[in-house]
């Protein structure tokens, strides 16, 4: 059973930035492909990023491009998601999810198999 734990969400003003881990555990999260939610009150959980398996492919949600970038540390077994330039539209919770090996999910939620817990974002000045 793979398990996933993110963290480092918080309070930042406008402009500001964080960035989110996603710590895999139980089984080595290298081999997933994994891709980053958020909701923010009253909305849908929507896609923000995802990268591949293998690392070599990622895709962005038109409303972070060019401020948010994902990574993968396979050392680490954990994503992150580096978030720069953040706006109050990016407050929300904040989940990471994996899906099957093999499988290229982009933000088909029902695609994935395992989510994390979520961690808070709240861009406010």
């Known amino acids: 059973q793979l398990r996933l734990v993110e963290s480092g969400g918080g309070l930042v003003q406008p402009g500001g930035s964080l960035r989110l881990s996603c710590a895999g555990s139980?089984?080595?999260?290298?081999?997933?492909?994994v891709g980053w939610f958020r909701q923010a009150p009253g909305k849908e959980r929507e896609g923000v990023s995802y990268?591949?398996?293998?690392?070599?492919?990622?895709v962005y949600a038109d409303s972070v491009k060019g401020r948010f970038t994902i990574s993968r540390d396979n050392a680490k077994n954990t994503v992150y998601l580096q978030m720069n330039s953040l706006k109050p539209e990016d407050t929300g919770v904040y989940y990471c999810?994996?899906?099957?090996?093999?499988?290229?999910?982009?933000?088909?939620?029902?695609?994935?198999?395992?989510w994390g817990q979520g961690t808070q974002v709240t861009v406010s000045s």
């Open positions: 999810a994996a899906a099957p090996p093999a499988l290229e999910p982009l933000f088909a939620i029902s695609e994935y198999r395992y």
């Open positions: 139980g089984l080595t999260l290298n081999y997933y492909p």
């Open positions: 990268v591949s398996d293998s690392g070599g492919s990622t």
